[in-house]
């Protein structure tokens, strides 16, 4: 019986060499893909981010800037970068420093991490045992400033509680007491106002005066000694001439001009619509 041999068609050999090699070239490919990702994914895990002074805010102490620079910077080693949760986990972060309000946003570019945020400012420097609380218009404890004298970068008045000294308290934590929040009654608005920013340290100081009606009379003392005498706070329970909207405007007013004050007797908030200047 004859044998027969079956002959692949011409052509079957080369078209399975071609498959062959099409198949090793995505094979290695693949590698070389899987190899970039990786390589990829543990450079975002090493990203960091470059951070200096110079990017907070300028009306913050030197000593502050530091201290903050410092904690902003010890982030990263705390947050695994290369996690699907990293933004969240990093936000978390920051917002639990005592500066910081709130975190804008939070953005990647290559191997950089870069953040906004929006930091939180004093409005007021409350003395107590060795040094003053840094005190936001919520009456939240930002930080402490330690020595006997406050340093002019604040830009923002001194106060010592007629009682003495408040006790000390934790940053982030409240500082309640009825007669600063008589006080940030006042102060609060004009740092919305953007006082604080427009005329650093026009205010030195801030003091409460108990009057014969058991009522505190607002005195703030601008930074060449003369007194603005704000007068009853907006809470008090005892009638006012003038409103507390027409005061604020009024101490805006008297801000604007602050240093053309110096010489004045005092300058009353309380009596008019107006501020009254009192010459000596």
């Known amino acids: 019986m004859a044998r027969t041999e079956s002959k692949p068609p011409a052509g079957a050999s080369r078209v399975r060499y071609l498959t062959a090699f099409a198949m090793l070239a995505m094979v290695v490919s693949a590698a070389y893909s899987m190899r970039d990702y990786v390589e990829r994914r543990l450079a975002f895990a090493a990203a960091g981010w470059q951070f200096s002074n110079e990017s907070l805010p300028a009306?913050?102490?030197?000593?502050?800037?530091?201290?903050?620079?410092?904690?902003?910077?010890?982030?990263?080693?705390?947050?695994?970068?290369?996690?699907?949760?990293?933004?969240?986990?990093?936000?978390?972060?920051?917002?639990?420093?005592?500066?910081?309000?709130?975190?804008?946003?939070?953005?990647?570019?290559?191997?950089?991490?870069?953040?906004?945020?929006?930091?939180?400012?004093?409005?007021v420097a409350v003395r107590t045992a060795g040094g003053y609380l840094l005190v936001d218009s919520s009456g939240r404890v930002i930080d402490h400033a330690h020595g006997e004298y406050l340093s002019r970068d604040w830009g923002v008045p001194g106060y010592e509680p007629s009682a003495g000294p408040a006790p000390l308290i934790a940053p982030g934590e409240?500082?309640?007491?009825?007669?600063?929040?008589?006080?940030?009654?006042?102060?609060g608005p004009l740092a919305e106002a953007g006082a604080f920013e427009?005329?650093?340290?026009?205010?030195?100081?801030?003091?409460?005066?108990?009057?014969?009606?058991?009522d505190r009379f607002w005195i703030l003392r601008l930074a060449h000694g003369t007194p603005v005498e704000w007068g009853r706070a907006p809470s008090s329970a005892l009638p006012q001439s003038v409103a507390a909207s027409a005061k604020q405007r009024g101490l805006l007013e008297v801000l604007s001009?602050?240093?053309?004050?110096?010489?004045?007797?005092?300058?009353?908030?309380?009596?008019?619509?107006?501020?009254?200047?009192a010459a000596q």
Do not use: H, K
């Not at 026009?202 to 058991?214: H, P, Q, S, T, Y």
């Open 59 to 123: 009306w913050m102490s030197v000593r502050a800037r530091e201290d903050c620079a410092r904690q902003i910077a010890e982030i990263p080693a705390r947050v695994s970068l290369g996690s699907a949760f990293w933004r969240e986990d990093l936000r978390a972060e920051l917002e639990a420093l005592s500066w910081i309000e709130s975190v804008t946003s939070i953005s990647r570019s290559g191997e950089t991490i870069t953040f906004n945020a929006r930091f939180l400012r004093p409005v």
């Open 174 to 187: 409240l500082c309640e007491d009825e007669e600063l929040s008589e006080l940030l009654e006042i102060l």
């Open 198 to 214: 427009a005329w650093p340290g026009a205010i030195r100081e801030a003091a409460a005066d108990l009057g014969r009606e058991r």
């Open 257 to 277: 001009v602050w240093r053309e004050l110096e010489g004045a007797a005092r300058v009353e908030l309380w009596v008019d619509e107006r501020p009254m200047v």
